[in-house]
């Protein structure tokens, strides 16, 4: 996936045409966007290919099975129009690399979560993020998922994969984080959802996000 802007999308709504207008009225401050279970549930599977005429589409189902499980789920991402792929690290390295080779095949990418942004993160993922982050470099992984919410975790994850995995990053806005200082801990992406979809003016809310990105960028 190509960095531009700095931001994506996360489209949790559920209503196919309310996806559609917000796309249409962001896609010039966005260089993606995600879709997870919420709007394809709620629209279906025909809403990847539908929103990748505005922009690429991050497939946000956190697969999460055995690994022939994985390459069914991505198999299809991909026929439908996806360009990348959100996967735990967690049910081990078979199942993380048999996202990665279906991704291949498609030449699309997979994307792993190392830790997630909300506060029940620390129930669990905590003292596993430095593990999952390092096998996302070893089995080929594009990127990870790292929490604004946290930046010093951002700083930490970054430090394991180095510069040549990307590091996509939610929790701005409505779960408390901050573009810049995400930005600034070694995201490359900030991913906002609720604070765009939910405005009266998403595509102003969008355009200030990507300036608060620019003015740590520039
Ligand atoms: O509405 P909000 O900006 O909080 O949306 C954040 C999005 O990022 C949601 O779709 C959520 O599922 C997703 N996400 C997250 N933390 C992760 C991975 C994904 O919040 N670690």
Request: proline share 5%; glycine share 10%; charged share 25%.
């Amino acid at each position: 996936m190509i960095k531009n802007k700095g931001l994506i999308l996360s489209m949790d709504v559920v209503e196919k045409q309310k996806a559609i207008m917000i796309a249409e009225e962001t896609c010039d401050s966005v260089d993606a966007i995600k879709v997870g279970y919420p709007l394809v549930l709620g629209a279906g599977i025909g809403i990847i290919g539908e929103l990748a005429r505005y922009a690429p589409v991050i497939a946000d189902f956190k697969v999460a099975d055995i690994p022939n499980t994985n390459k069914l789920i991505c198999e299809h991402v991909f026929k439908a129009g996806a360009d990348s792929v959100i996967s735990h690290g967690f049910p081990g390295r078979d199942s993380l690399s048999s996202c990665i080779e279906t991704a291949e095949e498609f030449g699309k990418e997979v994307y792993v979560v190392a830790e997630m942004s909300h506060p029940g993160a620390t129930d669990f993922f905590l003292p596993v993020a430095e593990s999952i982050a390092e096998m996302a470099v070893e089995c080929g992984a594009a990127g990870v998922v790292a929490p604004a919410t946290r930046p010093d975790s951002l700083k930490r994850i970054r430090n394991i994969i180095g510069n040549e995995l990307k590091i996509m990053s939610p929790g701005v806005g409505a779960q408390g984080g901050k573009a810049s200082d995400a930005i600034s801990s070694g995201a490359d992406w900030i991913i906002v959802g609720r604070s765009i979809y939910k405005s009266q003016y998403p595509k102003k809310v969008a355009e200030s996000i990507v300036a608060e990105i620019e003015s740590v960028t520039r």
